[in-house]
């Protein structure tokens, strides 16, 4: 059967798309809605196109794009000492499974006020909430897969007598590749959403602000097309990270060594 | 392909699902407001703690929605989720520039508002690249007063705009006073007040000084199908608001009985707000048009109205 | 000739129950000695503790004279488990990062042609960038191998490698592997429980039971037929 052999391609999510983005138009078109609830995709283009030519939308993207970089390049260094440390000594292993248990659970918007009162509502808080998302379940993937490491490459790395840096460079990093990317996907996606949340309670702390701060912009000034628009992309950005950054690691490390 | 059928009729059950609506059929006797808190709110709470709807309709059906935020409300009506609301002026005119069908019915409450900063700053023009300013949200009449205060000093309403920070009135108090980069913020009674109260905070400009005289600080909006279709509730809900507002003139002592309950505040306190100088209850729309000019000037709205009656409801008193 | 490997009283136990006890033995350079047993005999946990890895109760260990403590270069061991290559180096790196350890500091092109050297020992001179995900089991014992040989460790100790492979493979790498031994004279310590193998392997037999060296059968034949097996496996029986 033609059509179901469609929807069983890897690129189905693009016919998905393509199938939402129709009924979407349809209803603007053709449903008795508000265009300032439903805007149709003309006016949703428009927006966007406008906001890319004239706005700038583009900067604040980056922006956001930034923060999360340096937020999950902070969490995942800090996640790994931890981590680290956690193999290495049973005392720090129960010392990090303490801190995981209670502040895993908690949504970094939860903490919002305190932040405040902590470090102001500047890019410093936004990127507190962003390692926040990041660090805690890094973390739980980092330590399982550090013990999940096999005892063979261990035996190894005594053998050719590497010191504690080459067996984390050599042996640590790759062996749990696999649970380094699984915890570096669940720890974007954390970090991109609290980021965004952030953003749109703190707005344009850093100066354009970020795509959260577009969003609300748009709110507040009721532009709904240009609220779709910023939502539009977000779903770009997170479907390239997820497709093509993350698909490309995986597909030249985890999966061309067949460990995935 | 049959199966491919039934999800996709599904999809579509599904899809339609979530546009239906419930409809409030014109003629009945009901009405949906959004409830808020605050001594600018002060006549609403009066209205429903002393039934005065219910009163001047009897029978009549209502449905107190909790709001925070003007944004809400006006997404609120968008949907058909909401008959009436409270807010400030500059938020209402940018939902009827982008086509909301709705107007002010009533004008409410004069409150202090005005720029608190800590005492190293003593005006506008002190205000660093680095400092942060924290209003309720861009658009607000707080942020419009800012836009208006650095028209006048500076020629450039939008000096300040990248140096907002969103913050609801208690965070924005909280960040401000604890010293850290938030160093101003624009609010009204009583987190104003209480930040003049804290040691080493000011005020650096007043909500008037900005504005250039006085202004209606929260108006009361309806939408069009409520006007028209329901006039008996409309007028209801006019002459509440009306009763209320005399009510507070004269008996505040009462009023600050009913208030201090709702809010969990000391009477005392509640009695000082209400009577203060700069608080003024009253039906009378002011400023509709300096601000309707200053936001058309400064791009914040796309379009002005020739006559006021495009955007305020008939027989509603209003002075420039 | 002064022996390599001095084994003298050496014994271990695991939680109070003794494994090993009173080992005496002496290995001669460029001696392929095979140690057989039945499963849970210590042969194994001998292994390990002549490799360094586990440390002894009684007893010592001397590698040419020194006494041994903890793993080294000098001795090094070859698994049966086939995921002990790199999943994420290609043949030829598996090897490669072997020889950037070496002492000597090698310089790149060095690295290079040693690593060719020993593909080319194992046969898997068209197999350099293979991923060990593409290789059979044989192939993969092949590049351990080989991995172990390139940094000419004085000591290759090798525990069960060939266990996991079918018997034409098996036969093939125990040829390559005498084939090495002609041109390396690597001294060997090969634990085994396949009694043919250990006749086709080894210069001596080490016949260990219940923990204890049972006997130590010179094998200067190479003679791998029914009598000699029937012969050593009467030794391993009860």
Same mark, same amino acid.
């Given at each position: ?5 469609? =929807?069983?391609?890897?690129? &189905? ?23 300032? %609830? ?8 428009? %927006? ?46 129960? =010392? ?26 500047? &890019?410093m808080?936004?990127?507190f ?14 330590t %399982? ?16 007598? =590497? ?13 749990s590749? &696999? ?17 965004? &949340? ?26 709904? %097309? ?5 939502i ?9 990270? *997820?497709?093509?950054? =993350?698909?490309?690691? *995986? ?10 | 392909?049959?199966?491919? !059928?039934?999800?996709?009729?599904? !999809? ?11 409809e ?31 009163? $001047? ?9 909790? !709001? $925070? ?52 700053? $003593? ?24 836009? !208006? ?31 850290? +980069? ?17 040691? @080493? ?28 279709? $329901? ?28 208030l ?8 005392? @306190? ?7 100088? +700069?608080?003024?209850y ?8 300096t ?10 709205l796309?379009k ?17 | ?18 494994v ?9 350079? /460029?001696? #392929? ?8 005999c /210590?042969k194994?946990? #001998?292994?390990?503790?002549?490799? /360094? ?13 020194r ?17 002990q ?18 002492p000597?500091r ?42 172990? #040989?390139? #940094? ?74 029914e ?12």
């Open positions: 059967m033609k059509i179901k052999e469609l =929807f069983l391609k890897p690129y &189905s999510k693009y016919i998905w798309i393509a199938l939402m983005l129709v009924a979407w138009e349809l209803t603007a078109k053709l449903a008795p809605v508000s265009p300032l %609830a439903f805007p149709s995709l003309e006016l949703i283009l428009t %927006a966007l196109i406008d906001s890319i030519i004239n706005g700038d939308i583009l900067m604040q993207m980056l922006f956001s794009l930034g923060l999360i970089l340096i937020g999950l390049g902070i969490g995942v260094a800090l996640a790994f000492m931890m981590s680290f440390l956690s193999v290495v000594s049973p005392v720090f292993a129960s =010392f990090t499974d303490t801190c995981v248990s209670i502040f895993h659970p908690l949504p970094g918007i939860a903490l919002l006020p305190l932040i405040i009162l902590w470090i102001g509502t500047g &890019s808080a936004i990127l909430i962003i390692v926040h998302s990041v660090l805690w379940p890094m973390i739980l993937n980092m %399982a897969g550090f013990k999940a490491i096999p005892e063979v490459y261990k035996k190894i790395g005594k053998n050719y007598e =590497f010191n504690t840096l080459q067996s984390i460079i050599r042996i640590f990093v790759p062996a590749l &696999s649970f380094l990317i699984a915890g570096l996907k669940i720890s974007w996606a954390r970090g991109w959403r609290a980021a965004i &949340s952030a953003e749109m309670i703190f707005g344009a702390s850093g100066g354009i602000g970020g795509i959260g701060w577009y969003i609300f912009n748009k709110r507040v000034f009721m532009d709904t %097309a240009g609220v779709y628009a910023g539009l992309m977000i779903i770009a950005v997170g479907i390239f990270v *997820e497709d093509v950054v =993350f698909g490309q690691l *995986e597909k030249n490390t985890i999966k061309k060594w067949g460990v995935a | 392909m049959k199966k491919f !059928m039934i999800i996709l009729s599904i !999809m579509v059950l599904l899809l339609t699902a979530g546009c239906a609506k419930t409030t059929a014109g003629g009945q006797k009901t009405i949906r407001i959004a409830e808020q808190y605050g001594i600018a709110y002060a006549p609403v709470q009066i209205m429903k703690a002393q039934g005065l709807l219910e009163k $001047n309709c009897p029978g009549i059906a209502i449905s107190w929605e909790q !709001m $925070n935020n003007t944004a809400a409300i006006r997404e609120a009506m968008v949907a058909d989720r909401l008959d009436a609301g409270f807010m400030a002026i500059p938020p209402f005119l940018i939902g009827w520039d982008n086509g909301m069908d709705w107007k002010i019915a009533t004008g409410l409450s004069s409150v202090p508002t005005g720029l608190v900063t800590n005492t190293s700053i $003593n005006n506008l023009a002190e205000l660093s690249e680095k400092d942060r300013i924290a209003v309720p949200q861009p658009g607000s009449v707080q942020h419009i007063l800012l836009a !208006m205060a650095c028209d006048r000093d500076f020629g450039y309403p939008q000096k300040l705009d990248n140096q907002l920070v969103t913050l609801s009135h208690p965070d924005g108090m909280n960040a401000l006073l604890s010293g850290g +980069d938030v160093t101003a913020h624009f609010t009204a009674t009583p987190y104003l007040e209480k930040e003049l109260a804290t040691p @080493g905070f000011h005020q650096i400009l007043s909500g008037n000084e900005a504005f250039g005289g006085e202004f209606s600080f929260i108006v009361g909006v309806t939408t069009k199908k409520l006007h028209d279709q $329901n006039p008996e509730v409309y007028a209801a809900f006019n002459q509440a608001v009306a009763e209320a507002i005399t009510f507070i003139k004269d008996h505040p002592q009462e009023a600050a009985v009913i201090s309950d709702a809010y969990d505040l000391p009477e005392a @306190g509640v009695l000082a707000y209400l009577s203060a100088a +700069d608080t003024e009253s039906q009378t729309v002011k400023g509709l048009q601000f309707s000019d200053f936001m058309l000037k400064t791009g914040y796309k002005s109205f020739e006559n006021p009656t495009a955007v305020i409801w008939e027989q509603t008193d209003y002075e420039d | 000739m002064k022996p390599i490997i001095e084994i003298c009283g050496l014994g271990k136990s695991y939680e109070g129950r003794p090993l006890a009173d080992i005496n033995l002496e290995i001669g350079p /460029g001696e #392929l000695i095979c140690v057989i047993g039945a499963s849970g /210590g194994s946990t #001998l292994l390990n503790l002549i490799g /360094g890895f586990v440390k002894a109760d009684q007893g010592e260990i001397r590698l040419n004279g006494l041994v403590e903890k793993p080294s270069r000098q001795c090094i061991m070859v698994f049966q488990e086939f995921d290559l790199f999943a994420w180096q290609t043949v030829r790196h598996n090897i490669e990062f072997a020889l950037k350890k070496a000597e090698l310089s790149h092109p060095e690295i290079r042609s040693r690593a060719d050297h020993y593909l080319a020992m194992v046969k898997l001179s068209d197999f350099g960038d293979y991923y060990p995900n593409q290789l059979s089991g044989g192939m993969k014992q092949r590049t351990a191998l080989a991995r172990a #040989l390139a #940094l000419s460790p004085q000591v290759l100790l090798m525990d069960e490698p060939f266990g996991s492979l079918d018997a034409q493979t098996k036969r093939e790498l125990q040829e390559t592997l005498l084939e090495i031994r002609q041109e390396t004279l690597a001294t060997t310590v090969f634990v085994t429980h396949d009694i043919r193998e250990a006749l086709y392997l080894a210069d001596r037999i080490v016949v260990l039971k219940a923990g204890a060296v049972a006997a130590v059968i010179k094998n200067q034949t190479r003679n791998t037929d009598t000699r097996v029937a012969e050593i496996t009467a030794l391993l029986s009860p």
